[in-house]
Structure formats: C-alpha cells, structure tokens
C-alpha cells in the first residue's frame, strides 16, 4: 500500500498528470475565492439596502434622504441605492437645463426611465463580474479530471503490457490511482455550480429590490411623490 495513493500519483506521474492535478488545484481556489468574495459582498449590499431604503423615503428632502443613503459613499462598494437616486436626480437636472434648448424635449417620464435602466444594467453587471468563472470552471472542471482518468489508465495499460503482469494487484493501484482524477474533477466543479446558483440567487434578490426602489424614485421624480406600497 505504501506504493499507492495521491503521493505516488503525483512522483510516478508525467507532465501531462500533473499539470492536471496542478490546473484543478488552481480552479478549485479560483472558484472558492469568488465565491467566499462575491457572496459576502452581494449579502453586505443587501443589507445596506433594507437598513437605508426606509431612512430615505422617511427623510425630510432629497438631499437628507441622499445623505441617509450615504453621499460620500461609492455608489458601488457602499450602497447601490444610492446610484439610482443620483441617476434620477441627475436625469431631471439635466432635462430641466435642455429642455428650452430642444424643438421636441424627450418627456421627463421616459427620461428618466432610461437613466434608471442604463444605471440598473450597470449594478447588474457590477453584480455578475466573476460568474462566468465560476460556470466555465463547473462545466469543464469533470472533463478535466476524465482526462486525467483516461491519460492515468492509457499510462497504466502501457505498464501492464511492459511486465505482462495483469493480475489484480497490479491493475488495481494504477486503476485506482487515475480514477482519482475524475473525483477531483468532481470536487473542484460541484462548489463552482452550487456556488453559480448561490450568487445567482442572491443576485436576483437584490435587482428585485432594486427595481422596487427605482420604481419609486421614478415616481418621486416623476410626480413629486412616492407610490403609496
């Protein structure tokens, strides 16, 4: 037994087993380190949303209830709704200015819409960053182990028909040996896609209630008040 295992995989394999072993290693790291980073980070943005959502429509004005959102913060590391309050903010500033200069001024209602959505696609996309990784290595990280399995066996039947010795001793260790290759393959893809449906979850989550508070703020700089909920 002191002939096999993980250890005699790696010294008695060649380039190609452990390159492999190498690349599932460093896939299997990448895609816990986005994981842990993007999970922790779409929970926190969460979180900052509920606890400042109600603060702001309760403020006395615009600029309170900008600051109950956290002014000075960035709109993307701090609070995300913060973002859509100044796209609309800015939206209706900017349709105040031009308007007189326009034959035909686009209507403050769709302006503002496409203020809010160019500004909502880009949360979005500041939320997605870093799940295709996690879907490329969960969908190819099984075949990247087969390989190795196929490379292991291939490298274990060339052996057998050196020593003629076929006996099941002798097949079992190198055999068993490669399939390991698949397992591995196996635990560095199953946390990428669980983690996939995880991020993708709780991103989902938080565009809701995003397109909630921008529906709202749509309305306040539509109509001058809230939508009653």
């Not at 380190?33 to 509920?50: D, S």
């Not at 603060?55 to 959102?69: K, V």
């Not at 709109?75 to 349709?95: D, F, I, Q, R, T």
Request: charge should be negative.
């Amino acid at each position: 037994m002191q002939h096999y295992g993980l250890e005699n995989v790696w010294q008695q394999g060649d380039f190609v087993t452990r390159a492999i072993l190498v690349a599932l290693l460093l896939m299997s790291l990448l895609s816990w380190t986005v994981i842990v980073l993007k999970l922790w980070n779409v929970m926190r943005l969460t979180r900052i949303a509920r606890a400042t959502e109600r603060a702001f429509w309760h403020a006395g004005n615009l600029e309170a209830g900008l600051h109950q959102l956290g002014i000075d913060d960035s709109p993307y590391s701090g609070n995300v709704l913060l973002a859509l309050a100044l796209s609309g903010k800015e939206a209706v500033e900017h349709h105040q200015v031009t308007q007189s200069n326009l034959q035909h001024s686009m209507d403050i209602s769709d302006w503002v819409t496409r203020c809010l959505k160019d500004t909502m696609d880009d949360i979005i996309t500041h939320l997605q960053a870093g799940l295709t990784i996690l879907a490329s290595i969960g969908s190819t990280a099984p075949f990247v182990g087969l390989f190795g399995t196929v490379w292991g066996i291939y490298h274990a039947l060339i052996v057998i028909g050196h020593t003629g010795q076929a006996s099941i001793d002798h097949v079992a260790g190198p055999v068993g040996e490669s399939l390991i290759m698949t397992a591995f393959g196996l635990f560095v893809a199953i946390p990428a896609v669980l983690g996939y449906n995880a991020l993708t979850r709780a991103n989902h989550g938080l565009a809701t209630q995003l397109n909630r508070f921008a529906h709202g703020i749509h309305a306040y700089f539509v109509t001058g008040a809230r939508p009653a909920a």
